[in-house]
C-alpha cells in the first residue's frame, strides 16, 4: 500500500514564508514526478510545480520566483517553500505523486495568507 502525507501548511502574513513538505511510503518501486497542486474555495485544482526523478522542475507563472520546489530521493519527499507570500496564494496545497505504478493525491494542507 503506497501513502502521501503533506505538512506545513498554516496562516502567515503576507510577505512571509512557508515551507510544506510531502513524504511518499510504502512500495513505490520507482517515483517519476511529484508535484504540488492548490485550489482555493470556488476555483479549479492548479498545478503549482512539479519536480521529476532527475530534478527537472515546472512552475507555475504565478509563483515564479517566489516559490521553490525541491526533492530527496533518498527520503521519497518533496518540498516547497514558498516566499513573499500574497493573500492570492491561500488554498489547500496538495501533493501528488506518481510512479511507475500509481498516481497518488494527499489529502492537502490549509495555506492562509493575511493581508
Known amino acids: 500500500q503506497v501513502q502521501v502525507v503533506e505538512s506545513g501548511g498554516g496562516l502567515v502574513q503576507a510577505g512571509g514564508s512557508l515551507r510544506l513538505s510531502c513524504a511518499a511510503s510504502?512500495?513505490?518501486?520507482?517515483?517519476?514526478?511529484m508535484g504540488w497542486y492548490r485550489q482555493a474555495p470556488g476555483k479549479q485544482r492548479e498545478l503549482v510545480a512539479n519536480i521529476s526523478s532527475g530534478g527537472i522542475t515546472n512552475y507555475a507563472d504565478s509563483v515564479k520566483g517566489r516559490f521553490t520546489i525541491s526533492r530527496d530521493n533518498a527520503k521519497n519527499t518533496v518540498y516547497l517553500q514558498m516566499n513573499s507570500l500574497k493573500p492570492e496564494d491561500t488554498a489547500v496545497y496538495l501533493c501528488?505523486?506518481?510512479?511507475?505504478?500509481?498516481?497518488?493525491w494527499g489529502l492537502g494542507t490549509q495555506v492562509t495568507v493575511s493581508s
Open positions: 510504502g512500495n513505490w518501486f520507482t517515483i517519476n514526478v
Open positions: 501528488k505523486v506518481t510512479g511507475s505504478r500509481y498516481g497518488v
